[in-house]
């Protein structure tokens, strides 16, 4: 069974950063249709925040668009996400997802992101 293992979460205050990581412990991440991140905050839905496509095409949110940064480190089978610029709506809980295929998905055990003003 394929896990997401993922890091980086914590406080931190408006305008600092933040670097989440999520590494597969099995299977490939190049390989797979969609890797990335959601964001769950209190009494909202789960959203998406940045995705990238296997052809390395990434999507962002409109709100996070020029803040964060997504990468993919292949032979660490992880992908990061970079937070710049934090804003207190920023605060969620992060859950990493790969689309393995169109009939297996992955969730990550989810990262509490906390941006104090």
């Known amino acids: 069974q394929v896990q997401l293992v993922e890091s980086g979460g914590g406080l931190v205050q408006a305008g600092g950063s933040l670097r989440l990581s999520c590494a597969a412990s099995?299977?490939?991440?190049?390989?797979?249709?969609?890797a990335g991140w959601y964001r769950q905050a209190p009494g909202k839905q789960r959203e998406l925040v940045a995705t990238v496509a296997r052809d390395g095409r990434t999507t962002y949110a409109d709100s996070v668009k020029g803040r964060f940064t997504l990468d993919r480190d292949n032979a660490k089978n992880t992908v990061y996400l970079q937070m710049n610029s934090l804003k207190p709506d920023d605060t969620a809980v992060y859950y990493c997802n790969v689309v393995w295929n169109s009939a297996w998905i992955t969730w990550g055990q989810g990262t509490q992101v906390t941006v104090s003003s």
């Open positions: 099995a299977g490939s991440i190049v390989d797979s249709n969609a």
